[in-house]
């Protein structure tokens, strides 16, 4: 009898979780036990259409035969050395990333929020070196997430994250996002950096406008500010683009990434240019963890595939046709808003408890989250064909008519 025989039904692990875990994510009623491409199993044996994929990180789906394979072949090998020694895969990793980017220089450490650290430290460094200690203030946006530990917490502008952990680290401001001027009201003589997301994920996706990023930019080169874009939940093909910043044509100069870097292994990475980077000397910033041998073998071969196989024209396609079939069902149903988002990231606004929509669709089959104010956002995988919208889409039709009757019964 292995380990995993022990606890075998949903009602058992239930039990067990609230026993041993700390109450960090609240009542779930779902144990998934195996995945394929687009599709999840659950503990009974139920098949789900994933449309979260892991919150924007399964981007290949789920049993990639390649990352199967590059995660095998490496644990074979070597898994961890540390980094006192040279890391071929992560050099391998950092060269494709550097080709493939307005980047000369990675830094490679283990989740989003610890890639925003890296960013919060080294414009700090750079700012000081080049202008002295009083040159520390960084600009982030209202409803920006960035991560949970204190710096990236102090960078994120969401009350309902943040409550309960006053105080934050000093010198952060927030803007209202998409809203140049605000930004420029809050530039003085002690701002660095200016940090934000292409698209807003967390609180509901929302994309920033061209013109603004554009805006962005000239304002930070004009008074020689560091500007971070935080590609964690965007990039690596959410777009369609390898990046966000390459959709937009507006370049960072210091990006974050993380989630999809691996499909499914943890790994944060910082990008920037040389005479940024250089910021950083030997024992400035470090991770035990940071690019080992499993991770960034893996994420040299999600690379590969984003770079070398038609997925980011599927994701062109997959997009257009999703959006299509989304304002189609916006038609038809008075409860949806507004559709919102670019590539494979979109947000559907509902005028109504998104939170009991997200429920009853996974009830239906169909994963998604909810989060902002009443929106459901849908982050499928890249991988994504027609046949897995139609019956998506299905589903919501199926599950807004449901919602719809229920309604009317009650009057
Ligand atoms: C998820 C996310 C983070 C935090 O990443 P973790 O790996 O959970 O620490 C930061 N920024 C954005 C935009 C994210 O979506």
């Known amino acids: 009898m292995s380990y995993l025989d022990v606890a075998s039904t949903l009602e058992e692990l239930k039990e067990m979780s609230q026993k041993y875990l700390f109450n960090t994510y609240g009542e779930r009623n779902v144990a998934f036990i195996k995945g394929q491409g687009c599709y999840l199993y659950d503990i009974g044996g139920r098949e789900y259409l994933d449309f979260i994929s892991g919150i924007a990180v399964n981007n290949l789906g789920h049993s990639h035969p390649v990352i199967v394979d590059a995660i095998k072949l490496q644990s074979e090998e070597v898994l961890h050395t540390s980094n006192l020694y040279l890391i071929k895969p992560q050099i391998l990793l950092a060269q494709k990333l550097c080709d493939n980017s307005f980047a000369e220089k990675v830094f490679f450490c283990n989740s989003g929020t610890e890639a925003n650290e890296s960013a919060i430290k080294l414009v700090r460094k750079y700012s ?38 006053e105080p934050f680290l000093e010198g952060f401001e927030f803007a209202e996002f998409n809203d140049i001027k605000s930004l420029q009201r809050l530039i003085d003589n002690k701002t660095c950096a200016v940090i934000l997301e292409p698209i807003q994920g967390e609180v509901g996706v929302v994309p920033a406008e061209k013109s603004y990023l554009e805006n962005v930019r000239e304002i930070c080169t004009k008074n020689d500010l560091l500007l971070i874009f935080d590609e964690i939940q965007c990039g690596m093909g959410r777009t369609s683009k390898l990046f966000a910043y390459q959709y937009y044509g507006v370049e960072p100069d210091i990006m974050t990434l993380a989630k999809a870097l691996a499909n499914g292994l943890p790994i944060g990475a910082m990008l920037a240019k040389d005479e940024v980077a250089e910021a950083f000397k030997p024992s400035n910033h470090a991770s035990t963890f940071g690019g080992n041998f499993l991770v960034t073998r893996t994420a040299c071969a999600v690379l590969d595939i984003l770079l070398n196989t038609d997925l980011l024209e599927n994701v062109k396609n997959s997009s257009r046709y999703l959006f299509h079939q989304l304002e189609e069902l916006a038609s038809e149903f008075k409860i949806i808003t507004k559709i919102r988002g670019i590539g494979l990231m979109i947000g559907i606004v509902f005028n109504g408890d998104a939170k009991t929509i997200q429920n009853k669709l996974l009830e239906n089959g169909l994963l998604t989250t909810f989060c902002g104010e009443n929106v459901i956002r849908i982050l499928p995988p890249l991988i994504v064909k027609k046949e897995d919208i139609d019956r998506a889409i299905n589903i919501f039709r199926e599950t807004l008519s449901q919602i719809e009757n229920s309604v009317k019964r009650t009057f």
């Open 128 to 165: 000081k070196e080049k202008y002295g200690d009083n040159r520390y203030k960084i600009i982030s946006m209202k409803g920006s997430f960035h991560g949970r530990t204190m710096g990236a917490l102090s960078a994120t502008a969401q009350d309902k994250v943040r409550r309960g952990f």
